[in-house]
């Protein structure tokens, strides 16, 4: 079955940076983009930015443009979503998420990456 | 930037009817999602364009788009249905937009 599966929890300290992992499985894997998710303790969600997994055009959200990096390793269907310089609000529940069966809406989520960023 | 305002809490006696509104400028004219999230887990698509529902998702959610303002509606609410719900859309500005959240409360 269709699957995103997500690295392990991370910690971090100020400025650092992190580096979270989807690999994907069950289907083809350039065939969808991949957006990243993120959701901060009590919070809502906030979506990140989009990567193409055919040709890794990316679109990333405005509050994040220079920090952000979405990159995909087509040899191994992963996708990755670096974020530098972090800061304590960047403390957060990652989630990487594909619009499958319907476009503009995420049917397939992975199992979600805590960060967190404290010194 | 496109704003989606969703009230914070709702409650419900089991077995009535939840309501949870979405509200955006001209939001009829826009595609809404609608996401149930439970504790500790991913969200989960309970709604795709406006009212249809996946598979797997049972026929007591549905949901409406019109004017200012989308809505998910629940029926013969059970336990299990307690949960944060987001709604969310595609703007051409804005890019994925998700609603605050509504912590459905099941009395």
């Known amino acids: 079955q269709v699957q995103l599966v997500q690295s392990g929890a991370e910690v971090k300290k100020p400025g650092a940076s992190v580096k979270v992992s989807c690999k994907a499985s069950g289907y083809t894997f350039t065939s969808y983009g991949i957006s990243w998710v993120r959701q901060a303790p009590g919070q809502g969600l906030e979506w990140m930015g989009w990567?193409?997994?055919?040709?890794?055009?990316?679109n990333y959200a405005q509050k994040l443009q220079g920090r952000v990096t979405m990159t995909t390793d087509t040899s191994t269907s992963t996708a990755y979503m670096e974020l530098r310089s972090l800061r304590s609000d960047d403390t957060a529940v990652y989630y990487c998420?594909?619009?499958?069966?319907?476009?503009?809406?995420?049917?397939?989520w992975g199992q979600g990456t805590m960060v967190t960023v404290s010194s | 930037s496109y704003v989606l305002t969703q009230p914070p809490s709702v409650s419900v006696a089991p077995g009535k009817t939840a309501r949870i509104t979405c509200g955006g400028n001209?939001?009829?004219?826009?595609?809404v999602h609608w996401y149930q999230q439970k504790p500790g887990q991913a969200p989960v698509l309970v709604i795709y364009?406006?009212?249809d529902r996946p598979s797997g998702i049972p026929e007591r959610f549905s949901g409406s788009n019109s004017g200012n303002t989308a809505t998910l509606t629940i029926s013969r609410v059970e336990a299990g249905d307690e949960a944060d719900y987001y709604c969310q859309v595609w703007d051409s500005s804005s890019d994925h937009v998700f609603g605050g959240g509504t912590k459905l409360t099941v009395l």
């Open positions: 364009y406006d009212s």
């Open positions: 998420a594909i619009c499958m069966a319907v476009a503009d809406a995420f049917d397939i």
């Open positions: 001209n939001i009829g004219s826009k595609s």
């Open positions: 990567i193409s997994a055919y040709n890794g055009n990316t």
